[in-house]
Nanobody
Framework: QVHLVESGGGLVQPGGSLRLSCAASGFTFSSVAMSWYRQVLGREPELVAAIFHTQSEVNYADSVQGRLTISRDNARNTMSLQMNNLEPEDTGVYYC??????????????????WGQGTPVTVSS
């Protein structure tokens, strides 16, 4: 049974940093691509970062390129999202997810329907 636990969110001022973590269990973590999604109330979830299972490829949404860095530790079944130079538009609940399809670009990746509880990020002065 897939189990995902996100942590690390909080309130930060514009320009600040946060590091999100995802602990995974119940599946072969090292064999699947992973992702971070951002959910803003009233909007569809947005895939902001994705990482291939071998870490050979990473993708970012244009809105976060250069400010967010996704990484994973297959030995520890964990994934992280380093968030720097945060902007108010980064506010939302962040979820880690398993990708069931890795497409040619970030817009074509597809997630599994299993999610953790999410971790909220608020960027505000």
């Amino acid at each position: 049974q897939v189990h995902l636990v996100e942590s690390g969110g909080g309130l930060v001022q514009p320009g600040g940093s946060l590091r999100l973590s995802c602990a995974a269990s119940g599946f072969t973590f090292s064999s699947v691509a992973m992702s971070w999604y951002r959910q803003v109330l009233g909007r569809e979830p947005e895939l902001v970062a994705a990482i291939f299972h071998t870490q050979s490829e990473v993708n970012y949404a244009d809105s976060v390129q250069g400010r967010l860095t996704i990484s994973r530790d297959n030995a520890r079944n964990t994934m992280s999202l380093q968030m720097n130079n945060l902007e108010p538009e980064d506010t939302g609940v962040y979820y880690c997810g398993v990708l069931t399809f890795w497409g040619p670009d970030i817009d074509t990746h597809r997630p599994s329907p299993v999610w953790g509880q999410g971790t909220p990020v608020t960027v505000s002065s």
